[in-house]
């Protein structure tokens, strides 16, 4: 009789505890409200330099965004919300903490308004490298794309000056290319300011030799080089 008393009074106590939480969860559900968004806190954090992650060799000042650019049918071109709005002065650091809602949407830091004389107009379009994670801390480099110019002197110094040089075109992957010409100049068109590496080639009746170059580019400038072959 005892057992049957305290089993009867087990079971009871499951029931009711089960039919408590039960209440307690409809509860909740009921006070949830599930179209209210979860704020997040997303930090921004970086700088504006040239392309070559030198510092930028201009006064200021520079206007500077942060876009939430929704998404449309997966591609960039959606709706675009401005989060933020900043004008930055030399060095250009900037450092941002946003409270932002948790949904499905891409964010950049972008160069806003009138680019600044002696840039190029690709500054103000969206890069994948500005693009920021909602919720998470974001280290990010705006790269300005500042023309720049190396003018090149050619020299065939040995005759019968009948070599090919080839020199490799700084923004694109063409090639200058000079046939027994024993004095050339050349114009070409870089990015920014900062150091550039590349090898050009002299062909002649004995071969192919490669040779390495580096030439230091300065923005808003047309610096000299002179190759000797």
Known sequence: MFYSYLNFNIMTKKYLFQ????????????KMDWTVPISRTTEISGGVR??????LTHNGPIHLKIVDDLPMGG??????????????????????ELKTED??????????????????????QYFEETRCNVGERNEVIVRVKTHSWVRIHAQNSQPPFNDTLRIPKLRSEKFFEIIANPDTVLLDQGWGSGQVDFDYEVRSETGVQIHAATVHLVAHDTIDYTIIY
């Open 75 to 96: 591609l960039i071109g959606g709706e675009q919300v401005v989060l933020l709005a900043d004008t930055l002065n030399p060095p250009f650091d900037f450092s941002y």
């Open 103 to 124: 949904r499905n949407s891409h964010y950049y830091v972008i160069i806003d308004g009138d680019i600044p004389q002696h840039l190029a107009p690709e500054t103000n």
């Open 19 to 30: 039919v408590l939480l039960s209440a307690l969860i409809f509860s909740s559900c009921l």
């Open 50 to 55: 040239s392309y070559y992650d030198a510092p």
